[in-house]
């Protein structure tokens, strides 16, 4: 089993800087993605980013270019720096590690979520 504890929210004004950390605790393969959802007040969890842990990145399309994603292998920790707040980036976030199983299944570990709000 993964667990996930998350820390960093908080509130900022608009144009500030955050930065999440998520630390895992349990046994992280080396096939593990972690990464970073978030989801508005009445809405889906969507993905943010994600990084493996040969360090590639993906972002989603309105925080590329102002989050980066970052992941210590050696100490199960992945990290969201986020430049250039908007208030529309106010939202729960969540740590996730996405695991592939031998076969094919999927299963998602997640942290119990980060409130970061952003005010104009």
């Known amino acids: 089993q993964v667990q996930l504890v998350e820390s960093g929210g908080g509130s900022v004004h608009s144009g500030g800087s955050l930065r999440l950390s998520c630390a895992a605790s349990?046994?992280?393969?080396?096939?593990?993605?972690m990464g970073w959802y978030r989801q508005f007040a009445g809405q889906s969890r969507e993905l943010v980013a994600q990084?493996?842990?040969?360090?590639?990145?993906w972002y989603e399309s309105s925080v590329k270019d102002r989050f980066t994603i970052s992941r210590d292998n050696a100490k199960n920790t992945v990290s969201l720096q986020m430049y250039s707040l908007k208030p529309e980036d106010t939202a729960v976030y969540y740590c996730?590690?996405?695991?592939?199983?031998?076969?094919?299944?999927?299963?998602?570990?997640w942290g119990q979520g980060t409130q970061v709000t952003v005010s104009s």
């Open positions: 996730n590690v996405w695991r592939r199983h031998i076969g094919g299944s999927n299963e998602n570990f």
């Open positions: 990084i493996n842990s040969g360090g590639d990145p």
């Open positions: 349990g046994n992280i393969l080396s096939s593990d993605v």
